[in-house]
């Protein structure tokens, strides 16, 4: 029988659902059961993939090519899993679902209401999608279900009215709650206030839904009193309020629920068999949370963008730069710069901003420039990348900063002044960036080149391909309108900037390196989404290698890293069966 937890959230949106859902999932699957997540969103939109990235963050892409919300990420990485667009689900999708089947005439003669017709729909999307395998093609055995926002919004409550009919539905034992709420600590009188979860719960209850688990998110760890004074105000037991209190990193917190009795306490209510032996199974967890905490080399990379105000814009970017800066034992800082600011006309309207944005470019050890829409900033990421051409700096560019690496070396060494992407300059002579064939102008949502696809190598001298482990193709997610211009390609081979990757047709260049430079890779998909803590992403991983100064003697050892670097054999793998030997880190050598 399929055991369902459901994870909502009180008093702030933003709280953290998603990295405790996620590390919920984490030590359940450690216990050797499979394991599937599902985010419902109450926004209306469809799907996230016309939101700006201030709004909710990044847009996550899946390999069906679902845009999605960067909560699935989170999942991605934790439980490495895949998941597909119908894991997340929103107002939008089950309103647009219940109104094609009113309009086929399957509610003939009835009035179709919120409920029952809306929280039916809910209920049995979430059966069926819960059964639908996320990794080796086995069923899942348990599908954690994140409602985001807040416990009392009103775009909620359906979602919260149809669990309420679910937890009888499926039964006592197959469902149950954890709420996590918000323990503030006012700094006038630092003492942990209880009344906002007591509030939030209560509000919970009143709708019908008793939590099992209560989840305090506090900036120190929870005293025993005001442990106490939540049970006795909430209707648990005090082994029920669990505090998760912030970490130096978040792969922490399966270790923190997991010490704190979580797996114990679902065993025994969801009537699960997970044997009790002391497992090893955290152990990989432990080892990269300590590893990073006991960095002491440091490396910066640029971060050229025009979302730099808010982090989440580039979640999984910074992710897997984390992922890579802990394979190669160094601290990771992130310099972000807002692309605006190192263009000349910022010179003349505010020079301090000028000034600082270049001293960051300049003092970095490595500069990326991710993707990005519109033309606002492309600019500045244009001068960014010529200075990185030029002063031999580590350079990745994804997406739109690999079309940019190409509008630039057209623009600087083939002498075509106004190459340019169609996107930006319609009128361009030398439009070195087009439209694709299939992208449709008239439509916003969902129009563009989306997820997995292959990427074939077409050289064997290629740096990306060594990083990739010599591999002839690759399988990455894509999410662009606009490809490089094919017609135009021999001009730049004949520079030494060379089309190393491209798709099964040959017709969309996807990989490009540039001869004499340390590392200046661009790629037209997005690796950032299948990089894994345990997996770097190799273009990833290279744009650290190069920053660090270990990229040649990376690739002269034939891509490996010395053992010391590697993480131990004890600690199971996140998956039951494969052994952690297939996901060995590769380390790297003392110089």
């Not at 086929?104 to 179709?112: E, N, Q, S």
């Not at 899942?140 to 149809?162: H, K």
């Not at 679910?166 to 954890?178: A, L, P």
């Not at 739109?400 to 361009?428: H, I």
Request: hydrophobic share 35%; with cysteine; proline share 6%.
């Amino acid at each position: 029988m399929m055991k369902y937890i459901l994870v909502t959230g009180g008093v702030i949106s933003g709280i953290g659902k998603g990295i405790i859902a996620s590390s919920v999932g984490t030590i359940l699957k450690s216990c050797g059961l499979h394991v599937t997540a599902i985010k419902i969103d109450p926004y209306i939109n469809i799907d996230a993939g016309t939101f700006s990235p201030y709004e909710h963050g990044e847009v996550f892409v899946l390999d069906d090519g679902g845009e999605v919300d960067l909560d699935l990420g989170n999942y991605e990485r934790f439980l490495d899993i895949r998941l597909t667009r119908d894991n997340n689900l929103t107002t939008g999708k089950i309103y647009q679902s219940v109104i094609n089947k009113e309009r086929r005439g399957d509610y003939l003669g009835k009035t179709v209401q919120v409920v029952p017709h809306i929280t039916d729909a809910i209920q049995e999307w979430v059966v069926k999608q819960a059964k639908v395998p996320v990794d080796e093609d086995v069923e899942p055995q348990v599908c954690v279900i994140e409602l985001g926002g807040t416990v009392g919004d009103i775009e909620s409550m359906p979602f919260i009215e149809a669990f309420r009919q679910f937890q009888f539905k499926v039964k006592r034992e197959n469902f149950c709650n954890i709420h996590v709420s918000l323990i503030p600590q006012p700094s006038a009188t630092g003492e942990q206030k209880t009344k906002p979860t007591q509030n939030s719960v209560r509000e919970l209850r009143g709708l019908g839904l008793s939590p099992d688990l209560i989840m305090c998110r506090c900036s120190t760890v929870l005293e025993t009193s005001v442990k106490e004074k939540i049970s006795m105000f909430c209707h648990v037991e005090p082994e029920q309020v669990i505090c998760v209190h912030d970490v130096s990193s978040i792969y922490r917190v399966p270790l923190l629920l997991e010490n704190q009795g979580v797996v114990g306490y679902l065993s025994r209510r969801l009537n699960m068999p997970i044997e009790t032996r002391p497992r090893k199974m955290l152990t990989k967890w432990k080892e990269m949370s300590d590893r990073s905490d006991r960095l002491l080399e440091q490396c910066s990379v640029a971060l050229v963008g025009k979302y730099t105000k808010f982090s989440d814009s580039y979640a999984s970017v910074i992710k897997a730069l984390e992922h890579s800066a802990l394979a190669i034992s160094h601290k990771l800082e992130v310099k972000y710069i807002d692309s605006a600011s190192l263009e000349p006309s910022k010179l003349q309207e505010e020079p301090v901003k000028y000034h600082e944005a270049w001293q960051k470019l300049c003092s970095a050890d490595g500069i990326l420039v991710p993707g990005g829409f519109g033309v606002r900033g492309t600019e500045g990421k244009i001068h960014a990348i010529n200075w990185a051409r030029n002063q031999k700096k580590p350079f990745l560019g994804v997406c739109l900063g690999m079309q940019l690496a190409v509008c630039e070396f057209a623009r600087n060494v083939l002498d075509w002044k106004d190459a340019n992407s169609t996107e930006f300059d319609p009128e361009s002579k030398h439009p070195v960036v087009i439209d694709m064939p299939e992208h449709n102008p008239g439509q916003m949502g969902g129009t563009m080149r989306l997820g997995k696809r292959r990427t074939i190598f077409k050289t064997h001298n290629s740096v990306l391909r060594k990083l990739y482990g010599d591999a002839e193709y690759v399988d990455e997610r894509h999410r662009h309108r606009f490809e490089v211009n094919p017609e135009l390609k021999s001009h730049f081979e004949e520079k030494g900037f060379r089309f190393v990757g491209q798709d099964v047709e040959g017709e969309r260049m996807e990989v490009i390196e540039l001869d004499d430079h340390p590392y200046f890779v661009g790629v037209q998909y997005h690796p950032e989404f299948t990089s894994r803590p345990i997996k770097p992403s190799p273009p990833y991983l290279g744009l650290l290698l190069a920053s660090a100064g270990k990229l040649q003697s990376y690739l002269q050892k034939g891509c490996r890293l010395s053992p010391r670097d590697t993480y131990s054999d004890r600690s199971g793998s996140s998956t039951p069966d494969s052994e952690i030997s297939e996901l060995k880190l590769p380390s790297i050598p003392s110089e």
